[in-house]
């Protein structure tokens, strides 16, 4: 049982490149949610799923893009990278009373 | 919406001292509440959480948390800690859907 895998683990970006963190799950749960991590804000929702084919706002959405097209994969998607997008970001998995996370990603744009 | 403040970004305490973090979040008619630890370079872990019921909610590593409605508080306590206690600790609160808000986070050193 891995949980929530992310991949890479690192990466450093140019302004207006495009990338795909990746996400998957292998705890059959519908949920699952995107936060960035900044010093001193906390986590901070970008995006989440409430099942395969749905998807909503969280709330730092802008910049990104999501799609989930199995229960197991949930795909972060920066279409033009911004300085403003360096960060640390986590995948979560989660049922009604947990969240589960994954180990993170962390982001350099320059 | 709902919002959780953290009142102390940075806490030191001494090896096998009790510490508080502090934690307050906006009021709701009801809350689910949620204490996760992060140690250096990884990613959160659950360490206890508070759904309904007794206000005393006990979580891993001897930690635990009270939920207070009146005071809208959920403070984490642990009556001695170790050196592996060092980490980063969050706060957060349920938004429906199983959605979380976060608060900033309260850094926990351990000097032995």
């Known amino acids: 049982n891995a949980g929530v895998t992310q991949t890479p683990k690192f990466q450093v970006l140019k302004t207006g490149q495009s990338m795909t963190l990746q996400c998957a799950q292998d705890?059959?749960?519908?949920?699952m949610s995107w936060y960035r991590q900044d010093p001193g804000m906390g986590l901070r929702l970008i995006h989440y799923?409430?099942?395969?084919?749905?998807?909503d706002q969280g709330e730092v959405p802008n910049g990104y893009n999501v799609s989930r097209s199995t229960t197991e994969d949930f795909p972060l998607r920066l279409l033009s990278a911004a300085p403003s997008q360096t960060s640390v970001y986590f995948c979560?998995?989660?049922?009604?009373?947990?969240?589960?996370f994954g180990p993170g990603t962390r982001l350099t744009v320059t | 919406a709902q919002s959780v403040t953290q009142l102390d970004s940075q806490v030191p305490v001494f090896e096998e001292a009790p510490v508080e973090l502090r934690c307050n979040y906006s009021?709701?008619?009801?809350?689910?509440l949620f204490w996760y630890v992060q140690y250096p370079n990884q990613g959160l872990q659950l360490l206890l959480k508070?759904?309904?019921?007794?206000?005393l909610v006990k979580g891993i590593n001897g930690f635990e948390a009270e939920f207070n409605k009146s005071q809208t508080s959920f403070h984490l306590r642990k009556p001695s800690v170790h050196i592996s206690d060092t980490a980063e600790y969050f706060c957060?609160?349920?938004?429906?859907?199983?959605?979380?808000?976060f608060g900033q986070g309260t850094r926990l050193t351990i000097n032995p």
């Open positions: 979560a998995s989660h049922n009604f009373d947990e969240q589960y």
């Open positions: 508070y759904l309904s019921g007794s206000t």
């Open positions: 705890m059959n749960h519908e949920y």
């Open positions: 957060a609160v349920e938004e429906g859907a199983q959605k979380l808000v």
């Open positions: 009021s709701s008619v009801s809350v689910y």
């Open positions: 799923s409430v099942g395969a084919g749905i998807t």
